[in-house]
């Protein structure tokens, strides 16, 4: 970054006003600089369907996208996203009518205790839009960010299938 | 009358966990709420000479610094007994902070409560312990030459020695014997979702929600613990972020987390952070296992004997039964079972999903299939031989037992009879291709008190069955929807379920494989009593088109009752209410369960059958196919029954594979986190083919409901290395399979 980019004034290390474009609406909030996209949005915007399941990058379950790349937010300075499009779990369903991903992951019981699903649903949709999905072995291997403990891995690859194939109506708007 | 029972319906919490609605115990948003965050044990053994917390009570944010010295001191500690009794499960009959003593690394040792996560984190890391270190044993490997008989195991259910006939004299006599070691790593639990409670005090009354397997085990084990009168507690469970079994008992946090809201008189959320998972609830522990098989040639077991020796805390003598299942499996007149035991540095063990019966029938089920090649006998045939049609412990009947119709689906999907019985035979390119099976098998226990339920009818015909349980991922709340609405006879879209709440009818923690059978007895009579109610009120009743019929020839349907043999004389449940001016009517359900000490063996059995691929030059593994054929009873939702087998498959293929916790020479665990302790990702995970064979069994529980939580992973990992020997001609003893044996 060279000099003239610079903030002009020293921000922190207490509480500033943070812009974030979450879910297509801007929001301020005020939060100490070191806090996490994950704890902002959690704990800061009452928006609980990213989760923090390690907070430190290795389980996947805290995935959302930034400007339409997922991303984990436990690793993500909230600060850093000004400026950014957020997108989580919470934006995904359209009018109140569920994302044929998430339809899919209901009808293929693709989860069981649910706790990692918002990241696992926000990985698949972002799978597809990658070009990701081609074959069972390639889903696998780019779902592999997301840890399902209760390893519903098959159903998830079905129901990502599902979707891309639109089978049972549930193909993708976007796919 | 039977139509949503057993049918494979969407999960009805489905809609709000693929939404992020769902709310779980961390997720709990209050006004006023403040963070606490836990300082932890950095040696495993000694004593805190100082704690210096004068840094962390001047920093931002921060409302209070707990520890041994300020912590108020509440009631005492519950004796363990596992929760599926329905009482105090304290996890450990240790309770931190009580004074300066040093039993194990990430021993909880100061809280920090602060306005904000971030504070509270941050003035964790300024408290400053001066540790006065001692000697200390964390391993199998230091405390070996320490070990002692147990007395008794399993919260003292369980005896240290067991024994049937004269094992040595009959090992002694027999013609074959297979003898080996095996060793099976530590194993933490790593729901996705760390254990969290949020508490939140109105006076002397207090509100836990908490990431429990048993609302009401929190609720008696925090009362206890803090002396606070049971009535004045309420623990509510929305959601629980998995578990399999650290969530089972009730650990120090929940009452943590109620001493801290009380000493800032604000509601306090309490998250354990990943790396505390390790050493906050519990965890499977390291155990070695020594197992004879004595033999006729024609391979039928004449003798067993099965030890085992595995560290405990100092303060409580637990160990997995890693004996059990494996010593009910096969007919086999001799038997000696024994447990040893080290005092180490370490927490309590616990419930870890299989407790003792994965472990346990890895090593039952790999020197099955040596015996096997040793009498040069197919290894399903050999099972066969040794068919145990009585539970060999006791002789009784069993409650009942598909396994022949398991082995024989398991073997036909696999085309088990096409095999080479040879090793290392069948390759694909670099990869030497292998098959192996294994038997499976899961207790049925029932649970130590009444379980309860009520159902709830409106005068519209709308209906809500009630009852404390809480859905860890299993699918219960699904489960029970269809109990419920099969048993009043209404459509399920009429009938709503309300669980995880210690306010709603009792049950016991769903542990042990036992929620299903449990609660579903609890719900089918609680619903089929209001069915009940309701057409002994339509007889009775002189305008109803029932009036003075015989109520056993009465049926429901659709919400309607009517004759059996004149199906248009009835009415529906709501006409008959709006008539006498009812808004409601309800009904409570008790399950009395049966008593430990019921005359017959009761057992979900499976059999697994695993495809591998090893490559001996690189040393890597891949699971290509895994089969599982169970006999769990009753199904009651066939969708979430089968992803519940099929998940406890995949735990089986990461026991045997990749799961394993490393005691570090300072005597902490040194791959505490999920960067480093291996769970399966979705690459690892196969293609899984799971089948059950529907037995009728009229003792369990009254709808027959045998379980299906845990059985799923029993034998896998057998399964697995067996199937290794068969690729590659090796054998292999220590779990987990590393790439560096297998190359």
Redo the contacts between chains.
């Keep these: 970054m060279v000099a003239s980019q610079l903030p002009d004034a020293v921000q922190g290390p ?1 509480p500033v006003d943070v812009v974030l474009n979450v879910n297509g609406a801007t929001h301020v909030v005020r939060i ?1 600089p ?2 996490s996209l994950l ?1 902002c949005l ?2 800061h915007m ?11 990058g ?2 996947g ?1 805290c995935t959302v996208w930034i400007d339409k790349r997922r991303v984990v937010a436990c690793l993500t300075l909230a600060i850093a996203c000004e400026g950014r499009e957020i997108t ?3 934006g ?2 359209e009018n109140g009518s ?1 994302h044929p991903m ?1 339809k899919a ?3 293929e ?1 693709a ?8 990241g696992q ?1 926000m990985s698949a949709v972002a799978l597809l839009d990658e070009g990701h999905a081609g074959s069972d ?1 390639e ?3 780019w ?15 079905t129901a990502i299938r599902d979707v891309r194939d639109g089978v049972g109506g549930v193909r993708s708007a976007a796919g | 009358m039977t139509t949503a029972i057993g049918r494979p319906l969407d999960r009805v919490d489905g809609h709000a966990k693929v939404t992020g609605a769902g709310r779980y115990s961390a997720e709990i948003a209050l006004p006023g709420l403040a963070h606490a965050v836990l300082v932890t044990s950095r040696i495993p053994s000694g004593r805190v000479e100082l704690i210096d917390t004068y840094d962390a009570e001047r920093a931002e944010g921060v409302l209070a610094v707990l520890h041994h010295l300020n912590l108020p001191k509440g009631g005492s500690v519950p004796p363990l007994l596992p929760s599926l009794f329905g009482a105090a499960a304290s996890g450990q009959t240790f309770f931190p902070m009580q004074d300066e003593v040093i039993h194990y690394a990430g021993q909880h040792l100061a809280m920090v409560v602060a306005e904000t996560l971030d504070q509270a984190e941050h003035a964790a890391r300024l408290v400053r312990i001066t540790y006065q270190e001692t000697a200390s044993i964390t391993t199998v490997e230091q405390g070996r030459e320490r070990a002692y008989e147990a007395e008794k195991i399993f919260a003292g259910f369980i005896p240290g020695r067991i024994t049937r006939g004269d094992a040595a004299a009959a090992l002694d006599r027999a013609q074959v014997t297979v003898e080996n070691s095996y060793y099976c790593a530590a194993n933490h639990h790593n729901p996705i979702e760390c254990s969290a409670t949020t508490a939140v005090w109105e006076g002397d009354r207090l509100t836990l929600y908490d990431a429990t397997q048993g609302p009401n085990a929190t609720l008696h084990t925090v009362a206890e613990l803090l002396n606070v009168m049971p009535s004045h507690i309420r623990v509510v469970t929305n959601y629980v972020g998995g578990s399999f079994g650290c969530k089972a008992m009730i650990w120090d946090h929940p009452a943590l987390a109620a001493l801290a809201a009380r000493a800032v008189h604000r509601p306090v959320r309490l998250a354990l952070s990943r790396e505390q998972m390790f050493s906050s609830v519990g965890h499977r522990e390291e155990q070695e296992q020594r197992l004879t098989l004595g033999a006729d040639r024609d391979g039928r077991l004449t003798a067993i004997r099965h030890h085992k020796l595995s560290p405990t805390s100092h303060f409580d003598d637990w160990a997995e039964p890693s004996l059990g299942v494996a010593s009910q499996m096969y007919a086999c007149p001799n038997y000696e079972g024994v447990y040893n035991l080290i005092k180490a540095n370490t927490m309590t063990p616990t419930f870890t999903r299989c407790p003792g019966e994965a472990s346990g029938m890895f090593v039952m089920e790999t020197a099955m299939d040596e015996l096997a090649e040793r009498l040069d006998l197919d290894p399903l045939e050999l099972r066969l031989r040794n068919y145990a049609e009585t539970e060999p412990m006791t002789g009784h009947p069993w409650s009942s037992k598909g396994l022949r119709d398991c082995y024989r689906r398991g073997a036909e999907l696999a085309r088990w009879s096409e095999r080479d019985p040879r090793p290392g035979t069948v390759r694909d390119g670099n990869w030497l291709l292998g098959w192996g099976m294994a038997s499976s098998g899961y207790p049925v226990t029932p649970p130590g008190n009444p379980q309860r339920a009520r159902a709830r009818i409106f005068a519209d015909g709308s209906a809500v069955v009630q009852s404390s349980f809480s859905d860890i991922g299993t699918g219960s709340a699904t489960a029970m929807t269809q109990v419920a609405a099969d048993g009043l006879g209404v459509p399920l879209e009429r009938m709503r379920i309300q669980y995880g709440d210690s306010d709603l009818p009792n049950t016991a923690a769903a542990v042990g494989s036992a929620g299903a059978g449990m609660v579903s007895a609890a719900v089918h009579i609680a619903a089929t009593a209001l069915r009940d109610q309701l057409i002994a009120q339509a007889v009775a009743d002189e305008h109803s088109p029932l009036h003075g019929t015989d109520p056993r020839q009465v049926a429901v349907s659709d919400g309607r009752m009517a004759l059996r043999d004149r199906p248009g004389t009835g009415e529906t449940y709501a006409e008959l209410l709006q008539r006498a001016f009812m808004a409601d009517a309800e009904a409570l359900g008790t399950w009395n369960p049966p008593g430990m000490d019921t005359p017959y063996g009761t057992m979900t059995f499976g059999a697994q059958f695993a495809q591998v691929a090893v490559d001996p030059d690189l040393g890597l593994c891949r699971v290509r196919q895994l089969i599982g054929v169970f006999d769990p009873g009753r199904v009651l939702n066939r969708k979430t029954a089968h992803s519940q087998l099929m998940g406890g498959m995949l735990w089986g293929m990461s026991h045997a594979l990749l799961e394993g916790t490393i005691m570090g020479p300072d005597g902490r665990w040194a791959n505490a986190s999920l960067g480093e302790y291996l769970v399966p990702v979705n690459a690892d995970a196969p293609d899984v083919v799971v089948e059950t064979i529907e037995t009728t069994d009229t003792v369990v529980n009254p709808l027959g409901v045998k379980g299906v939580g845990e059985v799923g992973m029993v034998g896998t990992a057998a399964a697995i290395a067996n199937a290794i020997w068969h690729a590659t001609g090796r054998r292999h003893h220590r779990l987990p399979i590393t790439i560096e044996s297998l190359m």
Excluded: H, W
């Design positions: 207490g100490e070191r806090v704890d959690r704990d009452n928006l609980t369907g990213a989760k923090k399941g390690c907070n430190q290795a389980c379950a989580t779990i919470e995904m369903a569920l998430q992951f209901l009808s019981d989860f069981q205790c649910g706790y990692c699903t918002p649903i072995a889903i696998g291997e779902m592999s960010g997301n840890i399902c403990r209760c390893a519903a891995y098959p159903n998830i690859r």
